[in-house]
């Protein structure tokens, strides 16, 4: 099942996928109930090195990954899941 949303193909919701040559790495069509949007998120620069203890420490601890859980149509939610 694939759904093209804004003419862009997605293998489904809740289905995040690398976006090259866009202004983030990944772009998801994040959908919640019956809304429905399109966030991207994270740099297309950077490498992220999540097999790092500390580094995935910082990133959690800096983005509050743990403290309170965020919204599934916000672009900080989806960086903690993948973290």
């Not at 949007?37 to 509050?64: E, V, Y």
């Not at 403290?67 to 973290?83: I, V």
């Amino acid at each position: 099942m694939s759904i093209t949303y804004r003419g862009e193909r997605f293998s489904g919701y809740n289905k995040p996928k690398r976006t090259p040559g866009k202004s983030k790495k990944f772009a998801v069509l994040a959908k919640k109930g019956e809304k429905i949007k399109l966030i991207r998120f994270g740099d297309p620069n950077m490498t992220i090195k999540k097999n790092n203890p500390a580094r995935r420490k910082s990133f959690r601890a800096r983005h509050k990954c743990d403290t309170n859980k965020p919204d599934k149509l916000t672009a900080r939610y989806w960086s903690c899941k993948n973290w």
